[in-house]
């Protein structure tokens, strides 16, 4: 299976802080398609994940443009630009590349 | 609009089995893969497997061979998946989400997850 390792774990920030968040994969995610299948979900405390961005830098509708994401191959971003209180909660990278598909283990994103 | 609403919260004993549902509305059903993910209380997510609602057809991830079976009611837009022979690590918040191709559709929608508790 692929492995997907997300650090850090846990940020603290203040609001109006940039954050930047990695994910790894033990294998290139590029598929027979070319497509690179890596996303990034967000969980709000107590809700279900949410997908923010997919294929890598493709924004989901109604993502503020705050969000972006970047990488390659097995290197992964996700930047937060001006972290806003409604941002949150725990970011999950996600393969879907390979099956079985693989989460990241998540980070927690907290207030400082 | 898409909406993915999964059944209600179960306490279950160990050794019994466990159905779950997620009924889809908003799209046609037939036309999307519904995929199950399992969250333990330490947040960690598993992807547990999909079905395709119109052949019917599965793919499991190998953990969950055994004791996940995923099935479908298409008169009733409604995904359902068993989980067998329980035990306390079955344990969970379970979601349903909306498959398709792996693009702009792909994991985009998700159920508001059921939590399956196992205990004696």
């Known amino acids: 299976d692929v492995v997907m390792t997300q650090t850090p774990p846990s940020l603290s920030v203040a609001i109006g802080q940039s954050v930047s968040i990695s994910c790894k994969s033990s294998q290139s995610l590029v598929a027979s398609d070319k497509n690179t299948y890596l996303n990034w979900l967000l969980q709000s405390p107590g809700r279900s994940p949410k997908r923010l961005i997919y294929q890598v830098s493709k924004l989901d509708s109604g993502v503020p443009d705050r969000f972006s994401g970047s990488g390659s191959e097995k290197d992964f971003t996700l930047k937060i630009s001006r972290v806003e209180a409604e941002d949150l909660g725990v970011y999950y990278c996600?393969?879907?590349?390979?099956?079985?598909?693989?989460f990241g283990a998540g980070t927690k994103l907290e207030l400082k | 609009q898409v909406q993915l609403q999964q059944s209600g919260a179960e306490l279950a004993k160990p050794g019994s089995s466990v159905k779950i549902s997620c009924k889809a509305s908003?799209?046609?059903?037939?036309?999307?893969?519904m995929h199950w993910i399992k969250q333990t209380t330490g947040q960690a997510l598993e992807w547990t497997g999909y079905?395709?609602?119109?052949?019917?057809?599965?793919k499991y991830n190998e953990k969950f061979k055994g004791k996940a079976t995923l099935t479908v009611d298409k008169s009733s837009s409604t995904a359902y998946m068993q989980l067998s022979s329980l035990t306390p690590v079955d344990t969970a918040v379970y979601y349903c989400?909306?498959?398709?191709?792996?693009?702009?559709?792909?994991?985009?929608?998700w159920g508001q997850g059921t939590l399956v508790t196992v205990s004696s």
């Open positions: 908003g799209y046609t059903f037939t036309s999307y893969a």
């Open positions: 989400a909306r498959g398709g191709i792996r693009g702009d559709n792909w994991f985009a929608y």
């Open positions: 079905i395709a609602p119109g052949s019917g057809g599965t």
């Open positions: 996600l393969q879907g590349t390979h099956l079985p598909y693989t």
